[in-house]
């Protein structure tokens, strides 16, 4: 099978790619990425200038009018984005997920639908064959990808409660056995009509465990009669995204468009959702950040003064949510480098936490923001279109019940056999400039690899116990983590005595409920071990009043009683969040200077 544009890209190539030892490895990934993300927002420029091509206002004008912004794909195309998603033996820039993460928040913080249209989706079909391509597959799609081409994923059809499957692909054996004929339709695939190639999970089993398996075809190779592009969709979020529909009629496909072994699409699928899912999620966790930001300018009337008493907590809250999506997105990212048969349970779980927290500060920040301005209001427009656009990415309700279906069949042993006995992870796991091993799609495991994120909240809490004498907010900090480790240790007893697999045990709202707390352990965890985590270069974070916080707001959702956080936590994080505000930073772990 040959995938190919016209254009070759010899390694190195791609402008903004990190400096390389001979060896190949980023001599310096973070800063490198910090650097490639400055760049993408230097180029689209400041969303909130009215006549910017690439602002919030033209964002929304394509999405009332269900068109993509092709002015900002191109630009995003014309600069190498693509190069991101590319693993960097091939010739890409792909070393780890948290530094994909980076690169790609300034393009959320514009517009969800165009973190997709510039490549994520991509990047959800191309690592299947990262994972279990041959190097002849992996070759043409990354020569693809690097030229400027798209690729798009055929997801496998779910069946409905009453049994019968709808928008099924499938592939059986000819009567000679010499190929496979591909067969069956979906009518909901973003960049369908865009995208060069596709990745099709396609049913090849009818029963057992292996049922289904992944095919990499080429379009332009297929039988013009046995491939046929549906129309468009129309959806209620991500407006400026094109969805549309394929269908297969008896398509012939050798064996060669084989992605791994046959059967493996179920495995391959549930071990790249994980990275996948929480890269997303932690992506778009900035795009909270205009909101956050028209809501201090509410709140202080646009001048260079504290808001109103009655806003200090709302503000600083939100901003302290924002810092926890972060920790936890970015330390599970981490682990898929660094702990890669480890970390699918905790990163699972930040793929339905994170979009939690994140709709919660929406509905925060509407408090803040008010009423004002009517509905073709630009800021009000901005929050709408939010709101419509994280369900329709998978950040919504559907896409966390996909999650916790996942996650509940694991909580049973992860309580049996790795919470409160599991060693703790290695410290350079939340340490922000450790090195750490790049991402091996091939490596990530699913399920049976312990929970790092537990065993980081049961050294935690210890060292802060032996800690206590020291008083003040460390003491404090300590009796919050030890109220933590106890909900732990109460959710241990309770995941005990789930079955080892689904079933009607785990269904329901109780069990949605165990998952929900597990999630919110898991943040918990990642705020004490970022914050254990921090270089003395960074004052704020360094200190302990946003990990209080951060904690107390934590413990609020898991109905924990804990001590009361002084009011000097509060009004510590509002200041940072008001100097961030003033000078033009992010409002994640980062502060980066943004393109305002």
């Known amino acids: 099978m040959t995938l190919t544009t016209g254009i070759a890209f010899p390694p190195g ?24 993300a400055a760049r993408v927002d230097t180029l689209l420029k400041n969303p909130y200038d009215p006549a910017g ?8 004008a394509a999405d009332q009018e269900r068109r993509p912004a092709r002015s900002a794909e191109r630009l995003l195309a014309d600069a190498g984005l693509a190069a991101e998603f590319v693993p960097a033996r091939h010739g890409g820039g792909l070393t ?57 994923v055929v997801h496998p059809g779910l069946a409905p409660a009453g049994g019968i499957r709808r928008e099924e692909v499938t592939a059986r054996r000819t009567v000679d056995g010499t190929a496979m004929l591909v067969s069956g339709r979906k009518d909901v695939i973003i960049d369908a009509a865009r995208a060069d190639v596709y990745v099709v999970h396609a049913r090849t089993a009818e029963t057992g465990p292996r049922t289904h398996s992944v095919l990499l075809l080429d379009p332009a190779q297929l039988p013009g009669t046995t491939l046929q592009r549906l129309a468009r969709v129309a959806t209620d979020g991500m407006r400026g995204a094109v969805f549309s529909g ?27 959702n994980q990275a996948n899912r929480c890269l997303v999620a932690g992506a778009a966790s900035a795009a909270l950040d205009p909101v ?9 009337d646009g001048r260079n003064r504290p808001p109103a008493r009655r806003w200090h907590r709302p503000l600083a809250g939100v901003f302290t949510d924002l810092l ?25 779980a930040a793929t339905y936490t994170v979009p939690a927290l994140l709709t919660d500060a929406l509905e925060e920040l509407s408090a803040v923001l008010g009423t004002h301005g009517g509905g073709d209001d630009l800021l009000h427009g901005i929050l709408a279109k939010l709101a ?46 450790a090195d750490l091993p790049p991402l091996d799609h091939g490596a990530l495991a699913f399920a049976g690899g312990g929970d790092f994120l537990a065993a980081a909240l049961t050294a935690a809490a210890e060292r802060l116990g032996r800690a206590r004498r020291a008083g003040g907010r460390i003491a404090l900090l300590a009796d919050l983590a030890e109220a933590f480790l106890t909900e732990l240790r109460l959710l241990r007893e309770q995941c005990a005595l789930l079955p080892g697999q689904f079933g009607d045990a785990l269904s329901g709202p109780a069990a949605c409920a165990l998952s929900d707390r597990y999630g919110l352990l898991a943040a918990a965890a990642a705020v004490l071990a970022v914050w254990e985590g921090q270089e003395a270069d960074d004052p704020f974070l360094a200190d302990p009043g946003w990990a209080l916080l951060a904690l107390s707001r934590l413990g609020r959702r898991l109905a924990i009683a804990l001590p009361d956080v002084p009011g000097t936590c509060v009004t510590g994080v509002l200041d940072e969040l008001l100097r961030r505000h003033r000078t033009g930073r992010s409002f994640d772990l980062d502060g980066a200077e943004l393109a305002l």
């Open 96 to 152: 780890r997920a948290d530094l994909l993460m980076k690169v790609l928040r300034p393009v959320f913080r514009r517009d969800v639908a165009l973190g997709f249209a510039g490549g994520v989706t991509s990047l959800f079909a191309a690592s299947a064959v990262w994972a279990a391509g041959t190097d002849a597959q992996q070759r043409a799609l990354a020569q693809l990808l690097l030229g400027g081409g798209r690729t798009t």
């Open 292 to 300: 956050l930001r028209a809501a201090v300018h509410t709140a202080t």
């Open 388 to 433: 419509r656009d994280l369900p329709a990415a998978g950040l919504g309700r559907d896409g966390a019940a996909a999650c916790q279906a996942v996650i509940l069949p694991q909580l049973g042993a992860l309580a049996r056999q790795s919470w409160l006995v599991e060693e703790e992870p290695p410290a350079e796991l939340f340490c922000r400039r």
């Open 53 to 60: 091509e690439h602002g919030f206002a033209a964002f929304l």
């Open 13 to 36: 190539a791609i402008d903004g790619r990190p400096a390389r030892s001979r060896r190949g490895t980023a001599t310096d990934g973070r800063s490198a990425a910090l650097c490639r």
């Open 324 to 348: 926890v999506c972060d920790a936890l997105a970015t330390v599970c990212l981490r682990a898929l480098g660094l702990l890669p048969d480890q970390a699918h349970a905790p990163t699972v």
């Open 246 to 272: 394929l269908r297969f009629t008896r398509c012939p496909v050798s064996d060669d468009a084989l992605v791994g072994r046959p059967g493996d699409g179920a495995a391959l699928a549930l071990r790249m």
